[in-house]
């Protein structure tokens, strides 16, 4: 579902471009609204949350699409934790859905999907290997490396039961934006792979912006 | 050519189970009475930061479904098992488990002091206690497989579970590759909207696997499956190192 923000960004009161390949930790107050925004197109955003208080409560994509019968996500999901509480909810999305099926992509899985040789190619869950090594004060630990959701990544179920991952519904400009109903940290790789069209071939970056 | 079987254990309704499986072995699972589901999750007993993974199952494989043929994947890029025979053609893995809560909501609360082990127990609760056991706890639960449930997706991707998918008698075998540390319940589909709390036990029958040809099914189902035996293989020539040296 297309929903437009009234928020305009001079007004945000923190942004932040991630380069593809980088990575973005921060923790957002309940009530703040978070945007990531897709500034050149066709770029994922692989994306943890956390309960800033309690981070062994994280975001549960089974009891996210469970519990709203649905597998993709857009304006109006509501996204659970572990326990089946609202973190966040989806206010406004110019891009219209979202994965969270599919995960993050790993130098392990790479070298199933793509090649053994294509181990050594930067990853998704290296990028918050490094987070979460370089950042211990928020406690979070590879156990605590959930499944994740792919913001405007495109991956369409078929009645049959295939899954196909299928070039970017994104485009220039297009944003998902939440209100964070707890505190949470968020945890995002903005995705480096090279080796599918989750990226158009060609990873760009992403901004991040916080209104209060 | 019959099969030895050395180990036969009926899990009863809504119920819980954990143990270690060896590679090597294969274990059939048969919904005794029609309707079942078995919660599962795989951890790497050697390093239980590996873990079963939906996602990276899935997306290797291009597939939202499970059968046979499929291989059931950790998040190192490791084969737990194989799906090597299956009745139905769809077993579910992105729905996640019953709550306590919801059991209540759907079917009402039968509490262990009323109704001893015909309770209502729930698939969450099932598997916290086979983790816990091991040292594993909520934050360590990824999604898990609900084997014997079909669940499709409709073009708006929204979701519905098939609640006459599994006849009685079906069963599904899995061919463990590596050894697993398996964790199991038996409690109901959370998509459930039978009238009665359903109550199905599954038979498991423990036996040696034929070893891996090249030939193998599995292994030869997906080019990617091919290269995940790859990673098991040298992930066994790790483990089977001759031990000392430095």
């Given at each position: 579902m297309i929903i437009e923000s009234a928020l305009l960004q001079r007004n945000a009161d923190f942004r932040q471009t991630v380069e593809a390949g980088g990575y973005f930790i921060k923790t957002v107050r309940r009530g703040q609204t978070l945007r990531i925004l897709d500034l050149e197109g066709n770029q994922a955003a692989d994306t943890l949350f956390y309960n800033a208080g309690d981070i062994t409560e994280h975001y549960s994509a089974a009891d996210t699409i469970r519990e709203q019968g649905n597998v993709y996500l857009s304006a109006g999901s509501t996204l659970l934790s572990n326990l089946s509480r609202p973190m966040l909810e989806i206010t406004a999305d110019t891009c219209g859905r979202h994965d969270t099926l599919g995960g993050a992509c790993a130098t392990e899985s790479n070298t199933v999907r793509y090649a053994l040789d294509k181990r050594c190619m930067h990853a998704c869950r290296d990028s918050w290997m490094l987070a979460i090594a370089e950042h211990p004060e928020y406690g979070i630990?590879?156990?605590?490396?959930a499944h994740n959701i792919n913001f405007f990544m495109n991956v369409p179920v078929t009645s049959d039961g295939g899954l196909t991952f299928e070039d970017g519904i994104s485009a220039p400009g297009k944003y998902v934006e939440m209100q964070a109903l707890m505190d949470i940290i968020a945890l995002v790789s903005n995705c480096p792979q090279?080796?599918?069209?989750?990226?158009?071939?060609n990873p760009t970056p992403i901004e991040l912006l916080v209104w209060s | 050519m019959s099969t030895d079987i050395l180990y036969d254990y009926t899990l009863p309704p809504a119920s819980h189970w954990s143990l270690r499986v060896k590679r090597g072995l294969s274990i059939r699972f048969t919904d005794i009475g029609g309707g079942a589901n078995l919660g599962l999750l795989f951890f790497?007993?050697?390093?239980?930061?590996e873990r079963y993974n939906a996602p990276d199952t899935l997306k290797c494989q291009h597939t939202f479904k499970l059968t046979r043929g499929n291989c059931l994947y950790s998040d190192m890029g490791h084969i737990f098992c194989s799906i090597t025979e299956d009745d139905l053609g769809w077993h579910e893995t992105v729905c996640g488990n019953i709550n306590a809560s919801q059991v209540a909501a759907k079917w009402g609360n039968l509490g262990y002091q009323q109704s001893h082990n015909d309770w209502t127990q729930n698939g969450h609760d099932s598997f916290l206690v086979e983790m816990t056991k091991y040292g594993?706890?909520?934050?360590?639960?990824p999604a898990n497989l609900n084997i014997f449930s079909k669940v499709v997706a409709d073009e708006q991707g929204n979701l519905g579970l098939d609640e006459n998918h599994s006849p009685a008698g079906a069963s599904v075998t899995l061919r463990f590759e590596m050894d697993t540390l398996v964790i199991m319940h038996t409690c109901p589909h959370p998509l459930s909207q039978a009238a009665e709390y359903p109550r199905a036990p599954v038979r498991c029958e423990f036996f040696k696997s034929v070893p891996v040809s090249n030939d193998d099914y599995c292994m030869n189902f997906r080019p990617e499956n091919q290269r995940g035996f790859a990673n098991n293989r040298l992930y066994h020539l790790g483990s089977e190192a001759p031990a000392g040296g430095v």
């Open positions: 630990q590879k156990r605590d490396i090279l080796n599918n069209p989750c990226n158009g071939y | 790497n007993p050697e390093n239980l930061l594993l706890g909520p934050r360590d639960m």
